[in-house]
């Protein structure tokens, strides 16, 4: 990459972002590469390791963004923490995601639905209190950055606790019965949401993947999954945290998921499905909610430190007078196996053309 020179920094990540939210200038536009499992890079251990120990997922959280500088840390380690409080049995594979284990599934009949809340124990969900414990002490650590804390949703975690193809069956067979189980996981994920927040969690990160044209019509979505992520969605808004949505699939519905959810932070790797440019997305939403990142996964796998340098500046030209707000960051987690540098061109891009942010009027102004 050319050496360009990186404005002056004044303003410690919580500073920042709060003030880009607020919108007063800012010393540079924050940028989150969601470093999640790629942070086992940085001490050598393999993902067993990192997903299953908190202490050492801490360690290489706390490294990563010392190393890094980026503005926001993630306090989830992989997305079955909360199945393990319901019972679930986790494979710690060393060179992979955990994963439920398969031939296992918790909930093996759709009369099952109706017990699942007495399936679970704060007492033993090991995962979820560690993930409490991971927020309260990175905040400690790390005591002027934005720490996020997260939550499957109910779809979500009835997926991993359930078999999928079966779950897919029971949308159209056994509705009502699917209805009483998610009103108890809802439950459940909004008193693990207010132990986060308490914990010191400033945002709460949601994946609504199913509100997307690949997976779930609108009406279908509409019907299952928004009612009750809205209730977790009105929590975390009462208690003046932010709430992000996430979605990786084609299509979303940002339409539906503004209308139920009201996020004032979105994730996305893919086009709205009702705009046709990144242009017609931000003259559509950018009035609506803060984007956080966009960047491809594949390029920050792939692509040198260059080619990610400049299509950060690329997308700073884009969204970067969004109305309400803009983040540079990744589309989703980043690439567990991508080489770092790339982490570092994001940072440094930030740094370069991202200089005196002020929402709606971009950097420099």
């Known amino acids: 990459m050319q050496k360009l020179k990186e404005c002056e920094e004044y303003m410690t990540p919580k500073e920042r972002i709060t003030g880009m939210i607020l919108g007063k200038k800012i010393d540079r536009i924050p940028v989150f590469p969601f470093v999640t499992a790629a942070a086992a890079q940085i001490l050598h251990v393999n993902y067993a390791e990192y997903s299953s120990n908190p202490e050492v997922f801490m360690k290489c959280q706390i490294e990563a ?5 980026y503005d926001a840390v993630t306090s989830i380690a992989d997305l079955c923490v909360e199945a393990q409080g319901f019972g679930a049995n986790i ?3 060393k060179n992979n995601a955990a994963y439920p284990d398969p031939y296992k599934w918790i909930l093996k009949s759709h009369e099952d639905y109706k017990k699942v809340g007495k399936l679970f124990s704060w007492k ?16 400690e650590k790390l005591p002027g950055l934005m720490v996020g804390g997260a ?17 897919v069956r029971d949308f159209v067979n056994h509705t009502e019965e699917l209805h009483e189980a998610l009103e108890q996981v809802t439950e459940i994920q909004i ?8 914990a010191g969690a400033r945002t709460i990160m949601v994946p609504v993947v199913l509100a997307e044209r690949e997976l779930m019509s609108k009406e279908m979505w509409e019907e299952l999954d928004a009612p009750y992520q809205k209730r977790i969605s009105d929590f975390v ?4 945290v932010n709430y992000c949505v996430h979605t990786c699939g084609r299509g979303p519905y940002f339409d539906v998921l503004i209308k139920w959810l009201r996020p004032n932070l979105i994730q996305n790797a893919f086009l709205p499905d009702d705009c046709k440019t990144e242009e017609e997305m931000v003259e559509k939403y950018g009035k609506k909610l803060i984007f956080l990142g966009y960047l491809s996964v594949q390029m920050l796998a792939w692509s040198s430190p260059s080619e990610v340098f400049e299509e950060c500046k690329r997308q700073l030209e884009v969204f970067g007078k969004s109305p309400t707000g803009y983040f540079l960051g990744a589309s989703c987690e980043y690439p567990p196996y991508a080489p770092l540098y790339n982490a570092i061109a994001m940072v440094r891009a930030a740094r370069t053309y991202g200089a005196n942010f002020q929402r709606g009027k971009g950097a420099d102004a």
């Open 91 to 93: 494979i710690f594979p």
């Open 65 to 69: 963004q010392k190393t890094f500088g």
């Open 191 to 198: 008193e693990f949401v207010e132990k986060e927040i308490e």
């Open 124 to 139: 033993n969900a090991t995962r979820m209190n560690n993930q409490v414990h991971i927020i309260k002490t990175l905040n």
């Open 237 to 240: 808004r009462s208690k003046g």
């Open 151 to 167: 939550t499957i949703g109910p779809m979500g975690l009835l997926s991993r606790i359930r078999n999928p193809n079966d779950l």
